[in-house]
């Protein structure tokens, strides 16, 4: 059965960080691109970052150089470091799981910014 669990999430201010955590389980985790979308309010679920199972990494636009992600092969774990948070940043970010045979989504965790 494939999980992905994701964590981190919370309450921060302007300008504050989090760095989120998605551990993936049931999948062989080195054959997946791995990425976070996140989905706010009223609106679509968008593209925050992937990183390929090579390692390469790409970002939305309005990540604008403040998020970083990252995985470690050896704890199933792919991570997502995020600085200089804004109100616009509030959604519930998701885990994504992709391979040619399927791709997988976690639950969610939910980043409030709030003052």
């Known amino acids: 059965q494939v999980q992905l669990v994701e964590s981190g999430g919370g309450l921060v201010q302007p300008g504050g960080s989090l760095r989120l955590s998605c551990a993936a389980s049931?999948?062989?985790?080195?054959?997946?691109?791995m990425g976070w979308y996140r989905q706010a309010p009223g609106k679509q679920r968008e593209l925050v970052a992937i990183?390929?199972?090579?390692?390469?990494?790409n970002y939305a636009d309005f990540v604008n150089g403040r998020f970083t992600i990252s995985k470690d092969n050896a704890k199933n774990t792919v991570y997502l470091q995020m600085s200089s948070l804004n109100f616009e940043d509030t959604a519930v970010y998701y885990c994504?799981?992709?391979?040619?045979?399927?791709?997988?989504w976690g639950k969610g965790t939910l980043v409030t910014v709030s003052s």
């Open positions: 994504h799981a992709a391979f040619a045979t399927g791709t997988y």
């Open positions: 049931g999948i062989i985790f080195t054959m997946y691109n």
């Open positions: 990183i390929t199972r090579g390692g390469n990494t």
